[in-house]
């Protein structure tokens, strides 16, 4: 088992994800909040610049926590990945005496 993932120099890959989802969250509710706001505020004009602003703030905010995400689980690969690599660095040169 171990032999396998020592061999493999991209064994710890990350796979691209198809979207940055707390980003379309974040910007859609953001829009909703900020019409609402911008709506009991100024009406009609008011609902209109809240929604742009809303949606501008809570996408930023989306993509800032997408961001942290992704570091989060590329840092978590790579120190699995070098934890493997000491593992498997235990096993190479020790050979077993069968009996």
């Known amino acids: ?32 909040v900020g019409a609402g706001l911008g709506y009991a505020i100024g ?9 742009v602003v809303g949606g501008l703030a809570g996408g930023v905010i989306g993509h800032y926590m997408d961001k942290q995400e992704r570091e989060f689980k ?14 498997c660095r235990g096993f190479r040169g020790k050979r077993t005496r069968l009996s």
């Open 1 to 32: 088992m171990c032999a396998g993932a020592c061999r493999s120099p991209n064994h710890a890959r990350l796979r691209s994800h198809a979207g940055e989802q707390k980003t379309t969250i974040g910007a859609g509710t953001g829009a909703v």
């Open 43 to 51: 009406g009609g004009r008011g609902a209109a610049i809240g929604a």
């Open 74 to 87: 590329q840092a978590l690969a790579e120190s699995q990945a070098r934890e493997q690599q000491q593992s």
